[in-house]
């Protein structure tokens, strides 16, 4: 007869502390993975990462947090009943799981919309850029339209029309500048005198500048205002210039109705 007792921990299959070391680990992962995908636009737009190794850096972030997610969410539904890592284990999984779907929704919106980074409200004589060119880099996207972009532009963006205003060319310039200054952006020219405004503004995330330029003109009886938005990066913008054009005739309008202007929208022809 022996005299030794058995371990219950020995007869277990699977250690609950090394369960709980897995879960700890699968929550480590998802939050450096979380964290990677997150840093891949700043650190590009601080320079410390070429745009190629910053883009690979997110594929890593998105495919290696969705394997982290699985991991921790399994390990936690199948063995984790409780613990001080369990919290931690639950909100890297919810962090990565978000992080991913954002960018899987850039992802979905960019094969809804056209391969094209150049809008204009005015495809038949879309404003040119001047005074934005000299900020410039080799290798920017031409500056030129491109006609090839019309009938992607006019499927895909139908709502993107010029503003048609009762009001003069001057106030209509001056409320278009008010605008401008109300979404942030970088103005480069004001030109009151040639009814042109010149700007940049940079996205959020990875901080990619683009062009812009306002043109307000006398169009018969009413005053025309077009706006063209253009990335100097890449060949999809993912609809970032069309909503571009949007807020500003958004913001425009808001500031119509407050100086009690008279505007009124008529369609493209």
């Not at 277990?12 to 450096?32: F, M, N, S």
């Not at 009943?81 to 979905?108: D, K, T």
């Amino acid at each position: 007869m022996s005299d030794s007792t058995p371990d219950p921990v020995s007869d277990t299959p699977e250690p609950v502390a090394r369960i709980t070391d897995y879960a700890k680990y699968c929550a480590i992962l998802a939050a450096v993975i979380v964290l990677l995908a997150i840093l891949a636009g700043p650190l590009y737009r601080i320079g410390l990462l070429p745009l190629n190794l910053a883009f690979d850096l997110l594929k890593v972030g998105v495919i290696g947090g969705a394997i982290a997610v699985v991991l921790n969410l399994v390990t936690i539904l199948r063995h984790w009943r409780g613990g001080p890592n369990r919290a931690l284990g639950i909100s890297a999984a919810l962090a990565a799981i978000l992080v991913a779907g954002f960018i899987f929704s850039l992802y979905r919106t960019s094969q809804k919309v056209p391969a094209i980074h150049d809008i204009t409200t005015d495809t038949n004589n879309p404003p040119a850029f001047n005074a934005v060119l000299a900020d410039r880099k080799p290798g920017d996207n031409s500056p030129d339209y491109d006609p090839r972009n019309i009938p992607l532009q006019l499927e895909a963006y139908r709502d993107i029309k010029p503003l048609f205003t009762e009001s003069s060319p001057a106030d209509a310039f001056v409320m278009s500048e008010k605008a401008a200054r109300k979404l942030g952006w970088h103005l480069v020219a004001v030109k009151p005198e040639l009814g042109i405004i010149e700007a940049t503004d940079r996205t959020l995330w990875f901080g990619f500048e683009d062009d812009i330029v306002v043109r307000v003109a006398k169009d018969g009886l009413l005053t025309r205002i077009d706006i063209r938005s253009a990335s100097r990066i890449g060949d999809s913008d993912i609809a970032a210039n069309a909503n571009r054009i949007r807020r500003f005739s958004s913001e425009y309008q808001d500031f119509s109705r407050e100086g009690g202007s008279k505007r009124r929208n008529l369609p493209r022809t």
